[in-house]
C-alpha cells in the first residue's frame, strides 16, 4: 500500500507543477550519466524512474506531435510506461526497473531525434534571418532612411539561445545511457530563439512597411496623384496593409513553429473544420 501510494503521489504532484513546465524544464533531479546496476535497488529504481519518465513524455508530447512520430511513438512511450508501472503494483520489482529503463532508454532516442531536428531547422532559421536583418538594413540605408528598428537586438538573443541549446544537444546526442531531461532542455532553448527570429522578423515587417509606404506616398504627392494635406491618413493606411502582407510573408510558413513553441500541438486547418 505504502509504495502504491508512493507512487500515485509521484502523479499528483506533477499535474500539479505541469502548467509550469511549458515555459521552463527545470527540474531538480540530473541522475548518474551511468544508472547503478538494476540489482542495487530495483525499488528505488521504479520509483525515480516513475517520475522521471513521466515528466519526460509530457514535456515531450507538443514536439513528438509537431515534428516526431505523433500519436503513435506517443502511444508507444505510455504502453511501455503502463506496463512497467503494472509490473510494479504487482510488487514485482526487479522486472519493473527493467521495463522503466528500457521505458526511459526509448524515451531518450526520441528526445535525440527531436533534438537534432530543433537543431538543424533552427540552425537554418537563423541563417535565413541574418540574411534577412543585412537586406532590410541594407535596404533603408540605400532609401536614405534611419534604421531604429530592434532586429538586432532579437537577432542576438537568438544567437544566445541558438549556442546555449546547441551546447545541451551536442553533449548528451551521443549519450548512450541517460536522462532525456537535458535534451529536453535544447529543446527548449531552440524554441526560445525561434521566438527571437520570429519577433525580429515582426519588427523588420514595421520598419518595411513604413519604409514601403513613404516611397509610395511621396510619388504619389510628386504625380499630383494625391493632396499632400491626405499624406499622413493615405500613408497609414498603406503601412497596415504592407505589414499584414509581409508579417504573412515572412511568419506563415512557421505556423506551426509559433505553436509549438508554446508547448502546444499545432491544429492544421483541415483539422479544425
Known sequence: ????????????????????????????????????????????????????????????????????????????????????????FQNKMLESAKAFRENQAAIMATAKQLAQKYNQDTTALLTDSIKQNIRAKYKLQLSGFRDRSASDKFLEYAQGGVLKATDYYERYKDAKSASALDLINAIYYYRSAKDNMFQMMRVLADAESKRQAEQEVNAMIASRELERSKKEDKQRELEEKKKKDLLSRYLDKYARDMVDNKNLVYQTKEKEK
Open 1 to 88: 500500500m505504502r509504495k502504491g501510494t508512493s507512487l500515485i503521489m509521484s502523479f499528483v504532484m506533477l499535474i500539479l507543477v505541469s502548467s509550469a513546465y511549458a515555459q521552463s524544464y527545470k527540474f531538480d533531479y540530473n541522475p548518474a550519466y551511468e544508472p547503478a546496476p538494476l540489482k542495487a535497488d530495483p525499488q528505488a529504481i521504479s520509483r525515480l524512474l516513475s517520475y522521471e519518465n513521466f515528466r519526460s513524455i509530457k514535456l515531450l508530447n507538443a514536439a513528438i506531435l509537431n515534428f516526431g512520430g505523433g500519436e503513435g511513438e506517443i502511444d508507444r512511450l505510455i504502453d511501455q510506461y503502463a506496463e512497467a508501472s503494472a509490473l510494479y
